[in-house]
């Protein structure tokens, strides 16, 4: 069979089809994914077939801040969003950085804190709440700037700085995620049993916040309009400490790794081609 894997987005929209390319091409099918130019290099990096696409709108995200309102809502925001069950297994587990393993295996388990492609309207005062928080609940830091949401940080012995680093092989590794509620990152932490602390910008983040929440594995969302240092480090403090919350994350991440999804999506899209 032969498939065209067509994706536009951001990392974590692009990540899902090079998961589903990999297995499609394990079993013999192939595949060829269709990537936004600005993503190739993460594309050409899992030995697949690849076709560049033009950057389009993508190639002013560096220079755009949309802060959606009540007269102009953020694109989609009034779509009904799911999660498709292969995202369980959708995440490109590339190995991690001799830095970052470094600093793993330097001290107690970080916090990882990231937003990924989204960015607010002060970055630098983002940044330094988070700093602040990972200070006062006493914790260690991944912090990863992502498309410019945190702004570049000095490393130092309680705090390491990265632009992006895969989530797979990360998550499990770090004592709670700090995240924007993006269906893929959502997926990655949820599938690594971690506890969860959700702070919201736009679309279907304020949706997979809540459902975490509901569900019992993060703390309250805390938006990031309203990101203080000492709201994020209490949540952090609340995920981190209690028992429950550490126990519901841990059987979730149990409950989605027993899951084949890529490889039901392979046999559903095998059967379409007949």
């Not at 589903?20 to 936004?36: C, D, I, K, M």
């Not at 989609?76 to 001799?98: C, I, T, Y």
């Not at 330097?106 to 988070?130: H, K, L, Q, W």
């Not at 279907?204 to 709201?231: I, N, S």
Request: glycine share 12%; proline share 8%.
């Amino acid at each position: 069979m032969k498939a065209l894997l067509a994706a536009f987005g951001t990392r974590g929209d692009i990540e899902p089809f090079l998961a589903l390319g990999e297995r499609l091409s394990a079993e013999g099918h192939t595949p060829v994914l269709a990537v936004p130019r600005r993503l190739a290099g993460l594309a050409h990096e899992s030995g697949l077939a690849v076709q560049e696409l033009d950057d389009g709108l993508l190639a002013d995200a560096d220079a755009l801040s949309y802060v959606p309102t009540g007269t102009f809502p953020w694109p989609g925001a009034d779509l009904p969003w799911g999660m498709p069950g292969w995202v369980n297994r959708a995440s490109h587990g590339a190995a991690l950085p001799e830095r970052v393993e470094a600093f793993l295996d330097a001290g107690e388990p970080p916090v990882y804190i990231g937003f990924g492609s989204m960015a607010g309207p002060d970055p630098e005062a983002t940044t330094r709440a988070c700093l602040e928080a990972a200070e006062l609940a006493g914790v260690r830091a991944v912090i990863a700037t992502g498309w410019g949401g945190l702004s570049e940080v000095p490393d130092s012995g309680r705090v390491l700085a990265v632009e992006h680093v895969p989530h797979t092989p990360l998550f499990p590794r770090v004592a709670a995620v700090v995240h924007h509620g993006g269906a893929g990152t959502t997926a990655a932490a949820a599938r690594a049993g971690r506890p969860q602390v959700l702070c919201p910008f736009v679309a279907d983040q304020p949706f997979w916040a809540r459902r975490m929440h509901a569900l019992g594995v993060a703390a309250r969302p805390l938006p990031q309009r309203r990101l203080t240092a000492d709201g994020l480090a209490s949540r952090l403090a609340h995920a981190m400490d209690d028992a429950g919350i550490r126990a519901r994350a841990a059987a979730l991440g149990e409950a989605a790794r027993a899951e084949d999804g890529v490889g039901a999506a392979v046999a559903a899209l095998a059967q379409l081609s007949r």
